[in-house]
């Protein structure tokens, strides 16, 4: 079938693993925000963060069936954990998991990193916490108004060709999406909390191919929730 044939099947074969790693990373986490407390987002306000950030790229059943889990009698204990690394072209890495084997996480993530040129170290002082929100539809001067007047914590807002960005302190996110409410905006592309980096890089060349294979693998690592880092172009 030739070679045009081999490369397309392991795109597919790509695209489908890396589905199937999104899928486990909603389960888990809208499992672990029912569990935390009422299974009900109306209630239960880390549960509804969760299904908002899922929400586009997940299908329905998958996020009903997590919360399903959460109402049953079963208790799976997924613990959280955070690894922080130096990666090739002086790139910070912070990899969040959600796992139910620790050492299996810690191994998983360092044997990824390491075999690639990182190394372990504290790098999350480079970082701020932050509420992130983007979408399209509104004025950049209308949304900064409206988010000044309900007296949330702006950080910074952008607008690239219409599609905008929102940098908020992590615990007014909840309070700019109200806000936003009033302009008609109720469809976002992203609305949840992040590390963001004080500043950015870019990498090149062979740095950027390992970055590129370390970031790959992580996606496709079961135990993997989040990938944060300072390089703006992977």
């Not at 009903?64 to 090739?88: H, L, N, Q, T």
């Not at 807002?157 to 992590?170: S, Y």
């Not at 135990?223 to 703006?232: E, F, G, L, M, S």
């Amino acid at each position: 079938m030739g070679r045009h044939f081999e490369v397309r099947a392991a795109a597919m074969a790509a695209s489908a693993k890396a589905k199937s790693a999104i899928y486990m990373r909603a389960s888990k986490e809208i499992y672990a925000a029912a569990k935390s407390g009422e299974p009900d987002p109306n209630s239960n306000l880390a549960l509804r963060s969760a299904i908002e950030k899922y929400r586009k790229s997940c299908p329905k059943d998958v996020i009903e069936r997590a919360i399903e889990k959460a109402k049953g009698g079963d208790a799976v204990a997924y613990i959280p954990g955070r690894y922080e690394f130096m990666g090739p072209a002086g790139s910070y890495l912070i990899i969040d998991t959600l796992t139910d084997n620790v050492n299996r996480a810690l191994v998983s993530v360092r044997t990824i990193v390491t075999r690639k040129g990182g190394k372990m170290a504290a790098v999350a002082y480079n970082f701020e916490q932050l509420g992130v929100l983007n979408f399209k539809g509104a004025s950049r001067d209308a949304v900064e108004e409206a988010l000044i007047m309900g007296d949330v914590d702006v950080r910074e807002v952008t607008d690239e060709n219409g599609d905008i960005q929102v940098l908020v302190a992590p615990g007014d996110l909840e309070k700019a999406k109200e806000c936003l409410k009033d302009l008609g905006v109720a469809d976002y592309d992203r609305a949840e909390t992040t590390m963001y980096p004080n500043e950015w890089i870019e990498a090149e060349g062979e740095d950027l191919k390992r970055l590129q294979d370390i970031m790959a693998q992580l996606d496709e690592c079961e135990d993997v929730q989040a990938v944060y880092t300072n390089v703006d172009n992977i």
